[in-house]
Nanobody, 123 residues
Framework: QVHLVESGGGLVQAGGSLRVSCTVS????????MGWFRQAPGKEREAVAA????????FYEDSVKGRFTISRDNAKNTVYLQMDSLKLEDTAVYYC????????????????WGQGTQVTVSS
């Protein structure tokens, strides 16, 4: 069973930075496309960013463009989301997801999901 574990969430002040990570085990990470999603209380899950298996293709939701960066290290089976210039509205549980095909923002098409990590931005 493919297992995804997010880490690196926490509390940060507005304008600050945080990097969340997602490590994949029991799977062929280097062949997976990866995505980051988030869900705030009372809101639907939304796409944040996605990256193809080799990093050659990326997607960013408009609200995070220029502030967030998705990257991956296939040698470490890990995908990262660097979040800069954080805003209050970035507060959410952040989830990573994996799939054998590039799915971009289409969260319903990802096969594997982590349990999420809480990111809280304070004023």
């Amino acid at each position: 069973q493919v297992h995804l574990v997010e880490s690196g969430g926490g509390l940060v002040q507005a304008g600050g930075s945080l990097r969340v990570s997602c490590t994949v085990s029991n799977g062929a990470f280097s062949s997976y496309a990866m995505g980051w999603f988030r869900q705030a209380p009372g809101k639907e899950r939304e796409a944040v960013a996605a990256i193809s298996w080799n990093g050659g293709r990326t997607f960013y939701e408009d609200s995070v463009k220029g502030r967030f960066t998705i990257s991956r290290d296939n040698a470490k089976n890990t995908v990262y989301l660097q979040m800069d210039s954080l805003k209050l509205e970035d507060t959410a549980v952040y989830y990573c997801a994996a799939d054998s095909a590039y799915r971009g923002r289409n969260y319903a098409e990802y096969d594997y999901w982590g349990q999420g990590t809480q990111v809280t931005v304070s004023s």
